[in-house]
């Protein structure tokens, strides 16, 4: 099973991992899986056309995201 889950996308084994604490660790466990999910969001590409389109006064295209 652990070579398996070494092959997948680290981002999401971390998230899992949140999702499995989030219960025992109450609210701390659910304040840091939605501070990493906020974290690696806010460095997406998805994240920066946002940003970008913002600041040049546009509306943003998110077509390539979906």
Known sequence: MASEAVALSPTAIKFLK????????????QVKMAADGLNAFVNSEEAEEG?????????PDFARFR
Do not use: C, Q, V
Not at 18 to 29: L, Q, R, V
């Open 18 to 29: 949140h999702a499995f604490n989030a219960d025992s660790a109450h609210i701390f466990g």
């Open 51 to 59: 940003r970008n389109a913002f600041l040049e006064k546009r509306t």
